[in-house]
């Protein structure tokens, strides 16, 4: 068993330790004003030099100044600004960069304390397409962009960032960089200290409280199902068929191997009317760091009623989007969708880690680990989450790690559903149901479990006769 270290602190130098190579460390970076403080530099110039401008033009090369390769999908740059007014919304546009558009994302932030100069920020990152930098190499441009959505002029000369005269490359210490979560350049205006970020993820407590549910129950309206803080779904919306309901009442319990289980319904008659989705979720976003596991059974075609309809089964954790592309959203999902969809003609299991997204027009920033083949039956699925990243096992076998830059970056919920993504697949007006069935959840607080002390911990709480226990705190 490895355990996550408990205070910001530690975490961070441990991420700084795995991403600079197993260097070690005398003690957490100080703001950086030079390439000799820090394991990275930026440098800045700007293309649009006026105090006024119909767009403002960043551009950066970031350059590795340490002694080990840098991944910078693990990096973040902070430029600061004023907004023009207190409801003015940005664009962020990438016009070209040597290591590919595709590999940078550009996210808008609001400062917590507004000084004369900024109250806004420009997040940009990168991908783990965008790769690592070598020692003494630099990323080459990123010729950056934002402006106002209503496209009217800007003014950059109030902003904390902007420098008129810097119209080639140097080093710029008034935006600021973090490597996986701690500041390492720049000194940014007061309110945003890049050297103590916030972390909301690491609340008070020295790991191990643990979730842990047999899913014992009578019914989706059993007391106790809601005292143990579960919801189960009832609202209209996405994601799935336009116009189909979520219905509480397809949420059943019964036995299964003389274990009670948790059985979720989906239906369709081929119309948006005639569909149900389910969904049962915990109450509380308290879960960040530590282990997942839940015991699921997959199906891959209806108990009744012509197959082929593109059903997604899950398991995941997540949080709520608070704006298109916000950089601390977070979603861990194991999707099962036996009749394919997404593009794909047949079964397949993904495993996505999330960074962002925006829905309209679609952009998504997540890594996924897939296999393609069937899954129909019970299956033993963990995630692990700490400072090194996400790791998927199916079934005692490791399916998937993903990068640190997808850590969560606030705490979240953990869901079951099973929902239809369209109603393409199969045009029959024939009705059918698909089952999806939980036997168990567990969550252990910031502590990694590796499969058989999963199986372990639950074979423990069965022979005690324990069948709810959850002591992980609310941060």
């Known amino acids: 068993m490895r355990t996550r270290p408990t205070g910001h602190r530690a975490r961070a130098a441990l991420a700084l330790t795995a991403l600079l190579g197993g260097a070690a460390l005398t003690g957490l970076p100080a703001p950086a004003a030079n390439a000799a403080d820090g394991p990275l530099a930026v440098q ?14 960043p551009w950066f090369k970031v350059r590795n100044t340490g002694s080990a390769p840098l991944q910078l ?17 940005y664009r962020f546009a ?3 960069a040597v290591v590919g558009c595709a590999s940078v994302t550009g996210t808008f932030g609001t400062l917590p304390t507004p000084t004369a100069t900024a109250d806004r920020y420009l997040e940009i990152g990168f991908t783990p397409s965008a790769g690592t930098l070598a020692p003494g190499a630099d990323t080459g441009d990123l010729q950056l962009r934002f402006h106002r959505a209503d496209w009217r002029t800007l003014r950059q000369s109030d902003d904390y960032s902007f420098g008129a005269a810097r119209t080639s490359y140097a080093d710029w210490d008034k935006v600021t960089a973090r490597l996986a979560g701690t500041g390492v350049w720049g000194v940014g205006p007061e309110g945003d200290d890049p050297t103590d970020p916030t972390d909301p993820t690491d609340p008070p407590g020295e ?4 979730l842990f549910d047999d899913f014992d129950y009578g019914s989706h309206t059993d007391p106790d199902l809601t005292a143990h803080g579960w919801s189960v779904r009832s609202n209209a919306g996405g994601p799935g068929v336009p116009g189909a309901t979520w219905d509480p009442s397809k949420v059943t319990f019964s036995s299964s191997g003389g274990n009670s289980v948790m059985d979720l319904e989906t239906s369709t008659a081929g119309t948006g009317a005639s569909t149900t989705h389910t969904e049962v979720l915990t109450r509380s976003m308290k879960f960040a760091y530590g282990t997942y596991a839940a015991r699921v059974r997959f199906s891959d075609a209806p108990v009744s009623g012509p197959d082929g309809d593109r059903v997604v089964q899950t398991f995941f954790t997540i949080n709520d989007l608070k704006a298109p592309m916000a950089d601390d959203y977070a979603e861990y999902d194991f999707e099962y969708l036996p009749n394919g969809g997404w593009g794909e003609p047949s079964s397949i299991l993904y495993t996505t880690s999330w960074e962002t997204y925006d829905p309209d027009p679609w952009q998504a920033v997540n890594q996924h680990s897939e296999s393609r083949r069937s899954f129909a039956g019970w299956h033993d699925l963990v ?6 990243g996400i790791t998927y096992y199916v079934d005692g076998s490791h399916f998937g790690t993903h990068d640190a830059a997808f850590l969560p970056e606030r705490p979240m919920s953990i869901n079951f559903n099973q929902w239809l993504i369209d109603l393409e697949g199969q045009s029959s007006t024939t ?7 939980v036997d168990y959840v567990l969550h252990v607080k910031d502590e990694v479990l590796t499969p058989a002390q999963v199986t372990a911990k639950i074979d423990a709480y069965r022979a005690s006769g324990t069948s709810f226990v959850d002591e992980v705190p609310t941060p």
């Open 73 to 89: 999908s693990q990096v973040k740059i902070r430029y600061y600004f004023k907004a023009d007014a207190q409801d003015t919304v």
């Open 207 to 210: 790991g191990g409280q643990t």
């Open 44 to 57: 800045y110039r700007t293309s649009a030099a006026g105090a006024t401008a119909d767009q403002s033009e």
């Open 383 to 388: 995630v692990t989450i700490d400072a090194s």
């Open 431 to 437: 009705p059918r149901a698909y089952h999806q069935q």
């Open 94 to 96: 990438c016009s070209w």
